[in-house]
């Protein structure tokens, strides 16, 4: 007789970044044996991997927490990502959640899940973020069409208003070689496009000694994909030699998103940002000036 599969369902609020780590906590609960199933489906597991910059983050999480009991009230429910890292508590008082694994531990979910059954108490993980070292690679699948690729993970910046550096940690990412091996693992899947992804992507390289134009340098000579795309980078990093690079390949697109949060430079100055306006407006000239039809998200 066929044995029954367990179904697991996940719900992910925020960035790209955690689409991909929802993706590939996915691939592993399926290398588990486990069926993917829509959010809105009954299952056995449901993951609500959450976002510390949402606003009413809580509410957000509560509600999707008393959608999943009511549908199935014998499935588990875990807590993952950037707000079960800042408030593990205050989500562990949620009635029917099961598990809140913060930024160490949510890789560890299929594990720790296992074959446990509900229980009335619930199973906190959480570390202390300035212990996180570790860099845990992540991609997203399921759109034929194009990959998250996360190429960084973390913050030094400190921005007056951000979470993220208490939520995700310091500024890392995975050497050169080994991003190069999964952006072919994402090809070997017929996908097209990649698009690189990071909490500061453009810091990326500062656990490897290495660069993000080395990065791209190398990514471009990756068979099988044609198309990538820079998610986010920061004005003070898109250097000279970036912008050239985009500028002369036949992958990387004329894209960029630069986040400006704002055309004051007292603002920028309280916000702690690391440039001011005329910085960020010589670096649309700069790549206007090589990549005429450049599509800018700001
Ligand atoms: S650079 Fe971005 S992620 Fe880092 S602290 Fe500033 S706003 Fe937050």
Known sequence: MNQVRKRVAFYTLGCKLNFSESSTIARQFADMGYERVSPDSEADVYVINTCSVTEHADKKCRQAIRKFTTKSPNAMVAVVGCYAQLKPEEIAQIDGVDFVLGAADKFNLPHLIGNDAKKTKVKVYSCDIDSVSDFFPAYSTGDRTRSFLKVQDGC????????????????????????????????????????????????????????????????????????????????????????????????????????????????????????????FAERIELIRSRMPDTFFGV
């Not at 820079?230 to 500028?247: G, H, K, Q, R």
């Not at 036949?250 to 940002?273: C, D, E, T, V, Y």
Request: hydrophobic share 35%.
């Open 156 to 279: 030094d910046y400190h921005c007056s208003y951000c979470t993220i550096p208490l939520a995700r940690g310091k500024s890392r990412n995975m050497p050169i070689s080994q991003i190069v091996d999964q952006a072919k693992a994402i090809a070997s899947q017929n996908v097209k496009e990649i698009i690189l992804t990071g909490v500061n992507t453009g810091d990326f390289g500062k656990s490897s000694g290495e660069t993000f134009l080395e990065l791209i340098q190398q990514l471009d000579r990756v068979e099988g994909i044609e198309r990538f795309r820079i998610s986010s980078i920061e004005p003070n990093l898109i250097t000279p030699e970036i912008v050239d690079f985009v500028a002369q390949s036949a992958k990387f697109l004329p894209h960029f998103h630069i986040p400006l949060q704002s055309g004051s430079n007292r603002i920028l100055a309280l916000m702690r940002r690391r440039y001011r306006r005329e910085l």
